[in-house]
Nanobody, 126 residues
Framework: QAQLVESGGGSVQAGDSLRLSCAAS????????MGWFRRAPGKEREFVAG????????DYADFVKGRFTISKDYNNRILYLEMSDLKPEDTAVYYC???????????????????WGQGTQVTVSS
């Protein structure tokens, strides 16, 4: 059974940085498109960032461009989300997702992901 386990969330001040990690049992990791989504209280789950198989392409939601960076560590099968200049509106539960991909396109739609983690809370105070 494939598993995704997020870590790295926490409570920070506005302007701080955090790095989220997602340990994946997906193999081979290079065959999977991966993504980060988030759900804020009272809101729908939304796409944050995506990375294609072989890390050929990345995609970001407009509200995180220039602040967040998605990357993969193939040796350790870890997906990262480096977050900087955090804002109170970034407060949410962050989820990683994975899907075996046939192309090098990023996957930005949550329904196209088969594997999900349990989420990690990020709270940003002003």
């Amino acid at each position: 059974q494939a598993q995704l386990v997020e870590s790295g969330g926490g409570s920070v001040q506005a302007g701080d940085s955090l790095r989220l990690s997602c340990a994946a049992s997906l193999s081979p990791f290079s065959d999977y498109a991966m993504g980060w989504f988030r759900r804020a209280p009272g809101k729908e789950r939304e796409f944050v960032a995506g990375i294609s198989r072989y890390s050929s392409n990345t995609d970001y939601a407009d509200f995180v461009k220039g602040r967040f960076t998605i990357s993969k560590d193939y040796n350790n099968r870890i997906l990262y989300l480096e977050m900087s200049d955090l804002k109170p509106e970034d407060t949410a539960v962050y989820y990683c997702a994975g899907e075996r991909a046939a192309s090098t396109r990023t996957v930005v739609t949550s329904t196209n992901y088969h594997y999900w983690g349990q989420g990690t809370q990020v709270t940003v105070s002003s």
